[in-house]
Each structure stands twice: as structure tokens, then as C-alpha cells.
């Protein structure tokens, strides 16, 4: 038995959903004055001893640096401090997330999170993230257009599908 073309699109619209889901997970958006969680995960689960973030457009100032032990503010941004914390103080199982409190649109940027490997005595970048404040009214529509551009990508391969099974079930057989 073969797969008709219900089935086709039904695993159209799965993948469909699934890319767009994979892709948001490296955009966070957030409205004014929301305390917003970037996402970040040590590989392996494996415990940190070391994580800093850092702000692409920020070069010679950290948003964050724990290492050694402790805190390090010294060369925090200004913008940052008392504005940043980690979701996980203990960063159990790796996850050495952010928290950026009450943000404003100057928070808008890409944010690296990178983690202290001791077996290289290095810090490695494992993720970026872009953060984008949008006014209240705008994100519920941004949200909406994506995923009606994803559903209409969708809709239209099912439709490209079906067209095209309907042609090759016309065509006679020259047996």
C-alpha cells in the first residue's frame, strides 16, 4: 500500500512546524519590562565551572562572567549589573541560562553564551542568541506571521502534491 497524499501532507505540515520550532529556539522574543530567559546548555549536561555572556556589539565588556568560584563584575557592563542572573545559581546538569531583568529596547542584541572547558583551560562559545524587545501590540503579530507563513508553506506543498498525483493518475498507461 502507498502513502497517499493525506499522509504526505500530513508529514509536510509536521516537518513544517518542527523547522520553524528548531529556528525559534535561537530568536527570544520579549515586550518591555519582561524578565526574559535566555536559553543555554552545557554539552552533556555536564557540570560548568566556568560560563560567561557576552553581547556581540559590547567587545571589551561582559554581561556576565561566574568563574573561579565566584561572581566576577569587574568587567561587567554598567547597562548589566544588578540586571542579569543565572536561571540555575548551581547550574545543575548544565544549564547556565540567563535571566535579563526588566528589559528595555536597549537590550535588543546577539548574546553569546560561552563555557569554561577545564580540560583546555578555554572558553567555548556553544550558543547565540538574538534577543528582540518588541512593543506589546507588535509580538502577538510577529508570532501570527510566522507561523501562517509556516501553515501556508504547508498548505501549499500538500496542494502541489495532490496536483501532481491527480496528473499522474490522468495519464493513460501504455501498456
Not at 502513502?3 to 527570544?28: M, N, R
Not at 572547558?117 to 572558553?123: A, D, G, P, R, V
Request: overall charge positive.
Amino acid at each position: 500500500m502507498s502513502a497517499g497524499p493525506g499522509l504526505l501532507c500530513s508529514t509536510l505540515l509536521f516537518s513544517s512546524i518542527l523547522v520553524f520550532v528548531s529556528a525559534d529556539q535561537k530568536t527570544v522574543l520579549a515586550v518591555p519590562g519582561q524578565d526574559v530567559t535566555l536559553p543555554c546548555q552545557a554539552p552533556d549536561n555536564k557540570p560548568v565551572t566556568g560560563v560567561k555572556w557576552s553581547r556581540q556589539d559590547i567587545r571589551d565588556k561582559n554581561v556576565f562572567l561566574y568563574h573561579k568560584k565566584r561572581f566576577d563584575t569587574t568587567n561587567q557592563h554598567p547597562f548589566f549589573k544588578n540586571q542579569v542572573d543565572l536561571k540555575d545559581r548551581q547550574m545543575k546538569e548544565g544549564d547556565v541560562s540567563l535571566i535579563l531583568k526588566d528589559v528595555i529596547d536597549a537590550c535588543n542584541g546577539k548574546y553569546q553564551c560561552h563555557v569554561f572547558i577545564e580540560k583546555t583551560h578555554s572558553w567555548k562559545s556553544i550558543r547565540t542568541i538574538r534577543l528582540g524587545v518588541v512593543p506589546p501590540g507588535k509580538l502577538g503579530k510577529i508570532i501570527g506571521g510566522v507561523v501562517g507563513l509556516v501553515v501556508a508553506i504547508a498548505v501549499a506543498g500538500c496542494g502541489y502534491l495532490m496536483c501532481k498525483k491527480d496528473k499522474t493518475q490522468d495519464t493513460p498507461n501504455p501498456e
